[in-house]
């Protein structure tokens, strides 16, 4: 059993950072696929970044490309979402998944989530 909890989420203006972070309980937390997805008002939950469960090996939408960092800390169970230059467009809730399988894109098949943190960038 995974836990997930993100925080870091808020209120930014266009170009301005955020730095989203999820902790994680579960003593097999290591060994599972972390991954950051996004849902705006409207609009289908997208992926946004992954991780694998070595760190070794990331994956990001195109949308965030050169933008987004994800990355993980192992021995404190977190994982990290470094958004820079951030534009309105990124405006949506925030949501760290958990999953055994690696690469996975899909939210659908994520087995942990988190309750979500919400980003707005102003214009």
């Known amino acids: 059993q995974v836990q997930l909890g993100e925080s870091g989420g808020g209120l930014v203006q266009a170009g301005g950072s955020l730095r989203l972070s999820c902790a994680a309980s579960g003593r097999t937390f290591s060994t599972y696929t972390m991954g950051w997805f996004r849902q705006a008002p409207g609009k289908e939950r997208e992926f946004v970044a992954i991780i694998s469960w070595s760190a070794r090996n990331t994956y990001y939408a195109d949308s965030v490309k050169g933008r987004f960092t994800i990355s993980r800390d192992i021995p404190k169970n977190t994982v990290y979402l470094q958004m820079n230059s951030l534009k309105p467009e990124d405006t949506a809730v925030y949501y760290c998944?958990?999953?055994?399988?690696?690469?996975?894109?899909?939210?659908?098949?994520?087995?942990?989530w988190g309750q979500g943190t919400q980003v707005t960038v102003s214009s």
């Open positions: 998944a958990a999953d055994k399988s690696y690469p996975n894109f899909r939210w659908r098949e994520y087995e942990y």
